[in-house]
Every structure is written in C-alpha cells, then in structure tokens.
C-alpha cells in the first residue's frame, strides 16, 4: 500500500458545485495533516493545516477519519478560479521525512 | 521579504553533466527538503534535512546529492548517474508544524 493515496480525478464540477476529495495515509501514527494547491507549472502552497479532527476555512473544510486513516478536503460553491491540483501530506511525529499524494486535479467548468 | 529562492529558474544540460541547483531560505527553518515532480505526477521527495550538517535520503535519491553546511542553503546536485534528470525540482523548507514553505522551482532539461 502506498503511504499516501488519493484520486487522480481529473473531477470535473461545474461552478457552484460542492465537490470532496479524499487522500488516505498508512502510518496510524501521522499527526497532523496538510492540504496544499498547486496551480500548474507552479509550486504548491498552503491550503489548510489540519491538527485535531478537522479544519474549516471560508468554502473549504477538512475533516480528519482516524479509524479509517483518511483526510477528506470539501470545497462548497465551487469558483472557477478553485481549478488546480489538490495535494495532501500527513506528518508523523517525525518531521523530516515529508510524503505527498499524488494529487487530485479539480477543474470547476462555467 | 522572508522567503524561498531557487535558482536558476530554467536550466539545459548536456548527457553526462552535473549540474547544481541553488535552494537558500532566510525562514530560519531547521528543515530542509527536495522533491522532484514529473508531468502530470506528485512530487518525490528526493533528500531533506532536519539540521545543519545532517540529511537524509528520500524514496528517489539515487543520482543525487546534498549539502547542508549552512542553515539557510541546501544545494541539489544532479549527478550524471541520474538517468532521466529532466524533470521540475522543488525546494521547501517547514516550521516546526511542519507547514512547507516551497521556492518557484527550477526546470532542468537535458539535451
């Protein structure tokens, strides 16, 4: 099993659309969890950090399944400009060694 | 302005050349980190480090090599015994929460 799997997609939404995605992870001893965007050719930047049960930040929300050792990432009210790639990272009580999904490619249509 | 920079943005090399590329951070981040993305792929973490004077392997550190004599500066050298060098390569660095903090990349091609 890899340590970090997630749906390639592409998910293809139209504008307005709620749409979730979901990353699962191996190690039952990841901590916290990260979701990062990235546009293409660019690099990735923080999306939210998630360090409890789940994060909530405007249209988008996080929501943390310890049993089942999955992240799920939640956009509400989909906009045009939300089309990118979606990545996550789960973070051990060791920092260093940094995993990422593969991503999930979203693409909100008008 | 705190931040990342990787250099230089684009670069060509020949078959056979190292070439190094340039990460230095003025974050004040312990941690250190490269990852390599191919099209349409993730990103592969090829070497971090957690300390000065101290770095780890990540899944594809073969035909790579590291240094980090100082804190703020992790250069990547890919070596010729990389096979299939031309790719995207990202530098991050994190906080102690482990948000990465990630340079605008350098694009090598190989010719």
């Known amino acids: 099993r890899k340590e970090v799997e997630q749906d390639p997609g592409p998910f293809n939404v139209p504008e307005g659309a709620t749409v979730a995605f979901n990353c699962t992870y191996s190690n039952s001893a990841s901590q916290s969890f990260f979701w990062y965007r990235q546009d293409c050719r660019k690099e990735p930047k923080l999306l939210m950090s998630v360090y409890s049960s789940g994060n909530e930040d405007g249209r988008f929300t996080a929501q943390l399944n310890r049993a089942s050792q999955y992240i799920s990432l939640l956009i509400r009210d989909s906009k045009l400009s939300d089309s990118a790639t979606y990545l996550c990272?789960?973070?051990?009580?060791?920092?260093?060694?940094?995993?990422f999904g593969q991503g999930t490619t979203l693409q909100v249509k008008p | 302005d705190g931040g990342i920079t990787q250099s230089p943005k684009y670069l060509f090399r020949k078959e056979g050349q190292n070439v190094t590329l340039s990460c230095e951070q003025n974050l004040n981040h312990d941690a250190m980190y490269w990852y390599r993305q191919d099209p349409g792929q993730g990103l592969r973490l090829i070497y971090y480090?957690?300390?000065?004077?101290?770095?780890q392997k990540g899944d594809i550190a073969e035909g790579y090599s590291v240094s980090r004599e100082k804190k703020e500066s992790f250069p990547l050298t890919v070596t010729s015994a990389q096979k299939n060098p031309t790719a995207f390569y990202l530098c991050a660095s994190s906080r102690e929460t482990g948000e990465l903090f990630f340079g605008e990349g350098s694009r090598l091609t190989v010719l």
């Open positions: 480090s957690q300390i000065v004077n101290d770095f």
């Open positions: 990272v789960p973070r051990g009580s060791n920092t260093g060694k940094l995993i």
